[in-house]
């Protein structure tokens, strides 16, 4: 059996509307794993249904399902990509070639929305905030917290990020930069949600600000 070029790890709740078209849009060489955080529709099925390995993270949280997602993954590179049809997973083809041939150890997707309010005012306020303050203190080289992202799998196992909520990919840039790692943005676009479907962090002022309190969690550490 053929090897993937990368474990694609796809954390979800409730997604199931997403993910037909979603995993038909994958592109060959990666290998899709669906993990299931405490979905309560039809979310494992319909990933089986396409071709997606599924696991259960019974731990809610962003950061837990993307954990459990790494750790099932058998490639050398794991790309991480939000469920609910909101990224273009084929965009994902010319970020693992970076990484792949060297380039660089990570690469994140800049979000460019397709359309006006795809990106809620008070979700891009917070990650504006979280980002400059990154920047500021950190001389962090990015401008998105990249929901996006591929890098080799050991790597990111070494990197030990330990937040298992929305402070995840805080975190995780923080301790990617701390390390020494070379890291390239890319722009990727940014679409509505899939129908049926419905953002944890963007999706109402109170998820937004929840996600901003994991956030100051991570910063304080």
């Keep these: 059996m053929e090897t993937a070029a990368c474990d694609l790890v796809l ?29 309560t529709d039809d979310t494992a099925a319909v990933a089986r249904a396409h071709g997606a390995r599924v696991v259960f993270e019974p731990r809610a949280g962003y950061g837990a399902a993307v954990h459990a997602g790494l750790v099932a993954a058998t490639a050398v590179h794991v790309a991480v990509m939000d469920g609910d049809g909101s990224f273009d997973p084929r965009e994902l083809v010319p970020m ?40 500021r203190t950190a001389g962090f080289p990015a401008h998105d917290l990249a929901p996006m992202r591929v890098c080799r799998r050991a790597d990111l196992l070494a990197l030990d990020v330990c937040d298992r909520r929305f402070g995840y990919p805080l975190e995780l840039l923080r301790k990617a930069h701390r390390a020494g790692w ?16 419905r953002s944890k962090v963007s999706g109402s002022v109170r998820g937004t600000v929840r996600t901003a309190r994991d956030f100051w969690k991570v910063r304080a550490a």
């Design 182 to 197: 070379t890291l390239a943005e890319h722009d990727v676009s940014y679409r509505p949600r899939a129908a049926g479907t």
């Design 96 to 135: 693992l070639r970076l990484v792949r041939d060297g380039d660089v150890d990570l690469a994140l997707g800049r979000r460019r929305p397709v359309a006006p309010g795809v990106w809620p005012w008070h979700a891009r306020l917070g990650n504006a905030v979280v980002v400059a303050w990154l920047r």
């Design 11 to 39: 954390p979800c709740r409730d997604e199931g509307p997403a993910l037909t078209a979603l995993l038909a849009e994958v592109p060959p060489g990666f290998s899709v794993i669906v993990v299931d955080n405490g979905s």
